[in-house]
């Protein structure tokens, strides 16, 4: 019987979108969950057919897509936020053995074909052989942080399409040997540390869709965005006084800013210039102590040009 235990998760980014590589050793991820899966849509032919049964549907367009849950390993995040920006800048620190990276808001698509880069995902599930996702983008990514748990991504995933194929014997990297962790992170509001912000999630959304064309096939034939990027954060604060609350009635806008570290000088950072209050809902739920959930859109910050930094620190130089 298959257990999740048994399975593995990797991915290695394409060349060409849609043109499935080799994930190689080192370029495997552990993972919490998956739920990458294929789809089929489905289309009726005919509504007057002299009877009162259903009839047969037609089978239409594929995809596969879902989300990856994974705990925020440097070599993991480096692939994500590379596959949900588009960008990457490389600075190599420490002598060569650390690599440090800049993310910043896409200005261009990766190419004519998809938007974003594009990855070949492996995923085994525990029975016989693997499954391969060729063209895979990364369509969203939730980064979630919480005490007692790890930097958490919640990622969104599309790919063109899906085969089976031989598992690989998965092999992980070594350092660090632990994901980043809430006991480390620095969250900065407004130039000010708060100190009673109990939970923080930073958001991207690529808004891509899959797009068909008559080109003799019944896969994607190209992927695009359908919007802008949003970008957004929510979190829990404890409710001990009204200083947030009035910048979101003012709608005053500020600049929040989280770190956090690793042993060895792994490093994160979340850069966000300019950030506004979209809710801050108040109320009283019974006698437990009160907490308000906040969220808060990103916006793009003229001086910078970008709504966002992000700063990753990181042994991968092939990123």
Known sequence: ??????????????????????????????????????????FDIRNIQGARSEPDDVAGMRRSQGDMVLPGYPHALGHIFKGLTNSGSLTVVLSGSLHQYDYFTPTADASTLSPFPSYTL??????????????????????????????????GVLAKTTSIFARSTPTYPGSPAEPFTYDTVSLSIGG????????????????????????????????????????SVNGTISFDDLTEYAKFV???EQAIIMTVTKAQSFFLRFDLPRVVYTTYPMGIRGRDRMTVDFEGKVRYHAGSLTAYNIRLTTVQSNL
């Open 250 to 252: 003012q709608q005053s």
């Open 1 to 42: 019987m298959a257990q999740g235990a048994g399975g593995h998760i990797g991915f290695a980014k394409e060349t060409t979108w849609g043109t499935p590589v080799v994930v190689a050793s080192g370029n495997f991820v552990y993972g919490l969950s998956e739920s990458v899966t294929l789809q089929i849509d489905r």
């Open 122 to 155: 492996e995923i085994f599930r525990d029975v016989t052989s693997a499954h391969r996702y060729a063209g895979a983008v990364f369509t969203s990514g939730a980064f979630s942080i919480q005490p007692n748990q790890e930097l958490r991504a919640t990622v």
């Open 192 to 231: 000010a540390a708060p100190g009673n912000v109990e939970a923080f999630t930073f958001t991207i959304d690529n808004n891509i869709d899959a797009v068909g064309a008559l080109n003799a096939s019944n896969e994607t034939a190209f992927m695009r965005v359908r919007g802008f990027q949003g970008v």
